[in-house]
């Protein structure tokens, strides 16, 4: 079910940046100087620590220290990424919402670039933008296309998720009425709320590389991927079941099911020969 997402601040600021980190104490760094290393300025960084057991909240705690921008907000218990972005959202500030996982870094000038493509594009409500994959040294292991016509991102939803979630800048009002991220979903609710929004909202990506999204072993894991594959099945037969699509477009949920339930090294296999994804390649993920 969705959560209710209910304000506790009044707006008073352009983008709030909101991240959720759990144990993320090696790459949290970079993270965070990402971002407040923006061209544009009028903006707030605010971190759900999950309850982390590592130095996270010591490290989060340094950094704020030295700039009013960071917010930091604590879990008492290890809640889940949905949840504490639904947090984040509650405390939130700004007219706009930009997301960027703790491990991820953004480029200096993508905040002014994505605000200033929706100021221009008043029928766009979220806005991604092209990524490069990193491993877990800060090299660029591959580039994947990006769809960014906000037509084309429209008829491969069900096929497909077209943004990455690290990327996004999204219009504040638009999460308010839809209650935010469903609570429900541990994984893929990003994925699950662009297709409760499709039908009547438009998305866009810029063509531009401006997100860096990192990849590692633990990501990477057979449980992770396969709890993913599995939300997004559900994603797409809960947008069937809305009446989202027509029914033939079941056929799109076999193969996320397949892939969840095939073993780890056939969807390595299928991923890096058939989609020709070589970032799996790579020894460091191996």
Request: hydrophobic share 40%.
């Amino acid at each position: 079910m969705k959560s209710r997402v209910n304000r506790v601040h009044p707006r008073t600021m352009s983008i709030s940046v909101i991240m959720s980190v759990y144990n993320g104490e090696r790459f949290l760094r970079d993270a965070v100087l990402s971002v407040l290393d923006q061209t544009f300025h009028d903006i707030e960084l605010l971190v759900i620590d999950d309850a982390s057991t590592d130095g996270t909240l010591h490290l989060l705690e340094e950094l704020a220290s030295r700039d009013s921008r960071i917010r930091i907000l604590t879990n008492s218990t290890n809640l889940g990424l949905t949840k504490s972005l639904n947090r984040a959202l509650m405390h939130a500030q700004g007219e706009f919402i930009a997301r960027l996982d703790a491990d991820d870094i953004a480029f200096p000038s993508r905040l002014e670039k994505q605000l200033a493509f929706l100021a221009s594009h008043p029928d766009i409500d979220i806005v991604g933008t092209a990524y490069e994959w990193i491993d877990e040294h800060g090299n660029v292991i591959g580039r994947p296309n990006v769809i960014t016509d906000p037509d084309d991102i429209h008829r491969t939803f069900p096929r497909t998720n077209p943004l990455l979630h690290s990327s996004v800048l999204m219009r504040r009002h638009l999460l308010d009425s839809t209650g935010g991220y469903d609570a429900s979903y541990k994984k893929a609710q990003d994925y699950a709320l662009w297709l409760r929004l499709a039908p009547t909202h438009r998305f866009a990506n810029l063509p531009e590389i401006l997100t860096q999204k990192r990849l590692s072993k633990d990501m990477l894991s057979y449980a992770s991927e396969r709890s993913q594959l599995r939300f997004a099945v559900r994603a797409r037969y809960e947008a069937l079941r809305r009446g989202d699509y027509p029914m033939w477009y079941f056929i799109y949920i076999l193969k996320p099911f397949i892939a969840s339930i095939l073993p780890r090294a056939v969807v390595r296999w299928i991923r890096i020969h058939l989609f020709h994804q070589r970032q799996y390649e790579h020894p460091t993920l191996r």
